[in-house]
T-cell receptor, first 108, second 118 residues
Framework: GQSLEQPSEVTAVEGAIVQINCTYQ??????LSWYQQHDGGAPTFLSY????GLEETGRFSSFLSRSDSYGYLLLQELQMKDSASYFC?????????FGKGTRLHILP | DTAVSQTPKYLVTQMGNDKSIKCEQN?????MYWYKQDSKKFLKIMFS???????INETVPNRFSPKSPDKAHLNLHINSLELGDSAVYFC?????????????????FGPGTRLTVL
């Protein structure tokens, strides 16, 4: 079956760096995406990795290792506004499968 | 301009009623989706349409029926509402069509419709 595993909660301090991991198990794989969702809001796209390696977009970076079926989202210079839920998602043929989300708590 | 819009934003109704949620995107995308997000924040795909054609129909009760009058609109009709249907329903669109093999596979989500069934 298909599954994505990510931690349910992570806590970090403002200004620090945090890594949110995602492991996946799917029958087919095209790429790994990350989405951010604030309370009461809609998911918004952050990044996408189709190939192994690190993709950097400002304070956010995303990494993929296809051989390990593993990826992570790295958030640097954490700000209070980064408090949100983060979802990894995998495209398998025509379907997008989302992980259950990681709630990021940021302490001042 | 709003990229993906949904109406209504909130919907409170009684069990057994029939209701519809409308979605429109002005991004020119070919593919649209409906997702259900439950109280535990689990986001699950329900349907996917590509150019008005149904592509994905997950294990969803047949009380849920999507309708796509054109590729910019994907509406969701729900018959005989049940308590368990209470959730937030998100519409989304993407430019990558039925295969995510190329491109960034970005999904653009609407603001969501919070459905409460009493």
């Amino acid at each position: 079956g298909q599954s994505l595993e990510q931690p349910s909660e992570v806590t970090a301090v403002e200004g620090a760096i945090v890594q949110i991991n995602c492991t996946y198990q799917t029958s087919g794989f095209y790429g790994l995406s990350w989405y951010q969702q604030h309370d009461g809001g809609a998911p918004t796209f952050l990044s996408y990795n189709a190939l192994d390696g690190l993709e950097e977009t400002g304070r956010f970076s995303s990494f993929l290792s296809r051989s390990d079926s593993y990826g992570y989202l790295l958030l640097q210079e954490l700000q209070m506004k980064d408090s949100a839920s983060y979802f990894c998602a995998v495209r398998e043929d025509d379907k997008i499968i989302f992980g259950k989300g990681t709630r990021l708590h940021i302490l001042p | 301009d709003t990229a993906v819009s949904q109406t209504p934003k909130y919907l409170v109704t009684q069990m057994g009623n029939d209701k519809s949620i409308k979605c429109e995107q002005n991004l020119g995308h070919d593919t649209m989706y409906w997702y259900k997000q439950d109280s535990k924040k689990f986001l699950k795909i329900m349907f996917s349409y590509n150019n008005k054609e149904l592509i994905i129909n997950e294990t969803v009760p047949n009380r849920f029926s999507p309708k796509s009058p054109d590729k910019a609109h994907l509406n969701l009709h729900i018959n005989s509402l049940e308590l368990g249907d209470s959730a937030v329903y998100f519409c989304a669109s993407s430019p990558t069509g039925t295969s995510g093999r190329y491109g960034t596979d970005t999904q653009y989500f609407g603001p969501g419709t919070r459905l409460t069934v009493l």
